[in-house]
């Protein structure tokens, strides 16, 4: 996942945990394999993705899913 968003695996980890720490909540599921979304991360996502973003960030962030 890191690789898609061209961030090191330490960003990216470090970033959902400061997600994490400032919702109060996990938003990933870490006893399944593979990792899945916990019902608050797919609210997360979900509202993130609401967001309005330039078109070209938008289309950038859509390459790297």
């Known amino acids: 996942a890191a690789e898609s ?4 695996q330490p960003s990216l980890s470090a970033s959902i945990k ?3 720490q ?3 909540e ?3 599921d870490r006893s399944s394999n ?3 979304l916990t019902e608050i991360g ?3 996502v979900n509202r993130a993705l ?3 973003v ?3 960030i938008y289309d950038e962030l859509i390459e790297k899913l």
């Not at 968003?5 to 090191?8: E, G, P, R, T």
């Open 5 to 8: 968003l061209s961030v090191s």
């Open 18 to 20: 400061r997600i994490e």
């Open 22 to 24: 400032k919702i109060s």
């Open 26 to 28: 996990p938003i990933f």
């Open 34 to 36: 593979p990792l899945k």
């Open 42 to 44: 797919e609210e997360y």
């Open 50 to 52: 609401e967001i309005e």
């Open 54 to 56: 330039p078109d070209k």
